[in-house]
T-cell receptor
Framework: GAVVSQHPSRVICKSGTSVKIECRSL??????MFWYRQFPKKSLMLMAT?????????EQGVEKDKFLINHASLTLSTLTVTSAHPEDSSFYIC??????????????FGPGTRLTVT | AQSVSQHNHHVILSEAASLELGCNYS??????LFWYVQYPGQHLQLLLK??????LVKGIKGFEAEFIKSKFSFNLRKPSVQWSDTAEYFC?????????FGKGNQVVVIP
């Protein structure tokens, strides 16, 4: 089946620094990628949707200047948390859909990245 | 935008017991419905999905779900659980190209 990977799986950074998280679709070309944030005991919250080659669409309440999303190719999307603060500590999950090799209706999820800001 | 509600966040049951997890959604248009499972330390995996046709959907590992349109529900069931079913289960609804998740059910199966 379609596989989505994320790197790194865990990252600890100091307050004020920036962190980049990569999301790759390994065996299919993803026309659309999604970034979610998962809080403890809460559901996955969609942060933004990005289509390859175009600007990401952010959900209400998500700061686009803080959470920079780049979807440069059909197999790679990156999320950069800029000037991270402790409240940004969370579990970030990417998801990919569509394109060649994957079902156009099904979203495939990455394993997630645990971000801790100290 | 659609919303998804799951009740009874924590469920504890013994092996061989039956499991039913409720999922209700609110959205006026056409929806696609999903149940995902997240085993400890692993990523989300698709259990089953409903797009159209037979409202009773069978998924992997003996799970099934029934879409009842009039009740806006998509409940998940398994007649006899195993210890390996210990996981978190998420209901998700896609409408208007957005996939919204419920808060999840933490299921613990006691051997």
């Amino acid at each position: 089946g379609a596989v989505v990977s994320q790197h790194p799986s865990r990252v600890i950074c100091k307050s004020g620094t920036s962190v980049k998280i990569e999301c790759r679709s390994l065996d299919f070309q993803a026309t659309t990628m999604f970034w979610y944030r998962q809080f403890p005991k809460k559901s996955l919250m969609l942060m933004a949707t990005s289509n390859e080659g175009s600007k990401a669409t952010y959900e209400q309440g998500v700061e686009k200047d803080k959470f920079l999303i780049n979807h440069a190719s059909l197999t790679l999307s990156t999320l950069t948390v800029t000037s991270a603060h402790p409240e940004d500590s969370s579990f970030y999950i990417c998801s990919a859909r569509g394109g060649t090799g994957g079902s156009p209706y099904e979203q495939y999820f990455g394993p997630g990245t645990r971000l801790t800001v100290t | 935008a659609q919303s998804v509600s799951q009740h009874n966040h924590h469920v504890i049951l013994s092996e061989a017991a039956s499991l039913e997890l409720g999922c209700n959604y609110s959205y006026g248009g056409t929806v696609n419905l999903f149940w995902y499972v997240q085993y400890p330390g692993q990523h989300l995996q698709l259990l089953l999905k409903y797009f159209s046709g037979d409202p009773l959907v069978k998924g992997i590992k003996g799970f099934e779900a029934e879409f009842i349109k009039s009740k806006f529900s998509f409940n998940l069931r398994k007649p006899s659980v195993q210890w390996s079913d210990t996981a978190e289960y998420f209901c998700a609804v896609r409408g208007n190209n957005r996939l919204a998740f419920g808060k999840g059910n933490q299921v613990v199966v006691i051997p």
